[in-house]
């Protein structure tokens, strides 16, 4: 079983920063990509960023030059620091990873259960 558990979401006012963290846990073989969603009230699920294996990261241009996506693979962590953050920014965040539990598995998508983060003043 493989569990993703994020923390760090809350309220903030328009300019500061929060940083999330989603560690992944229980039988896991390999990590490949990892990487972090949102959902707006009433809004479709949308990319953040994500993080390859390789280093690779892919940024929304919303939030280009404001967050920064980093992994801690001994840690099966991944984060996301959100500086200058904006009331559009408002959402629940969502941690995904593909994971292989285990040697002889294919790579599974997983989902996190959501952080909020508020920015309101």
């Known amino acids: 079983q493989v569990q993703l558990v994020e923390s760090g979401g809350g309220l903030v006012q328009p300019g500061g920063s929060l940083r999330l963290s989603c560690a992944a846990s229980?039988?896991?073989?390999?990590?490949?990509?990892m990487g972090w969603y949102r959902q707006a009230p009433g809004k479709q699920r949308e990319l953040v960023a994500t993080s390859t294996n390789g280093g690779s990261t892919n940024y929304a241009d919303s939030v280009k030059d404001r967050f920064t996506i980093s992994r801690d693979n001994a840690k099966n962590t991944v984060y996301l620091q959100m500086n200058s953050l904006k009331p559009e920014d408002t959402a629940v965040y969502y941690c995904d990873a593909h994971i292989r539990p285990t040697i002889l598995s294919v790579p599974y998508h997983y989902w996190g259960q959501g952080t909020q983060v508020t920015v309101s003043s």
């Open positions: 229980g039988s896991i073989f390999s990590i490949n990509a």
